[in-house]
């Protein structure tokens, strides 16, 4: 049968291959992902706690995509790092934060 607009009809569509495609399973590595405060006028707090020990990459982009702040920690359950972007414009930021194969973001307001 071919389906068109929701109607069937009695003729065959013509044959296609097709590419089967699957979403992983996230591990959850992830326990805490804290940025506070947020809003911030300068000061801010990243907090991160990990159900496994995991390589983990922080980074900080403005919403053009320029890269502002880069540190990585290997093998690590636990990270508090302190930023201060007193020095930068007032708007939005975008923190992005690799976990292993897992990747999260969190935007942060600068005032």
Same mark, same amino acid.
């Given at each position: 049968?071919?389906?068109?607009?929701?109607?069937?009809?009695?003729?065959?569509?013509?044959?296609?291959?097709?590419?089967?495609?699957?979403?992983?399973?996230?591990?959850?590595?992830?326990?805490?992902?804290? $940025?506070?405060? *947020?809003?911030?006028?300068?000061?801010?707090?990243?907090?991160?706690?990990?159900?496994?020990?995991?390589?983990?990459?922080?980074?900080?982009?403005?919403?053009?995509?320029?890269?502002?702040? $880069?540190?990585?920690?290997?093998?690590?359950?636990?990270?508090?790092?302190?930023?201060?972007?007193?020095?930068?414009?007032?708007?939005?930021?975008?923190?992005?934060? *690799?976990?292993?194969?897992?990747?999260?973001?969190?935007? $942060? $307001?600068?005032?």
């Amino acid at each position: 049968m071919k389906v068109v607009n929701g109607s069937c009809t009695s003729s065959e569509s013509a044959s296609f291959s097709a590419v089967y495609t699957g979403i992983k399973n996230a591990t959850n590595s992830v326990k805490v992902f804290e $940025v506070y405060p *947020n809003p911030t006028e300068g000061r801010l707090v990243l907090n991160l706690n990990l159900t496994k020990s995991a390589s983990v990459q922080i980074r900080m982009y403005t919403p053009e995509g320029r890269e502002l702040y $880069v540190k990585s920690f290997v093998s690590t359950r636990n990270v508090y790092e302190e930023l201060s972007i007193s020095d930068y414009s007032k708007g939005i930021y975008i923190i992005k934060l *690799n976990v292993d194969d897992e990747v999260y973001y969190h935007k $942060v $307001v600068k005032q």
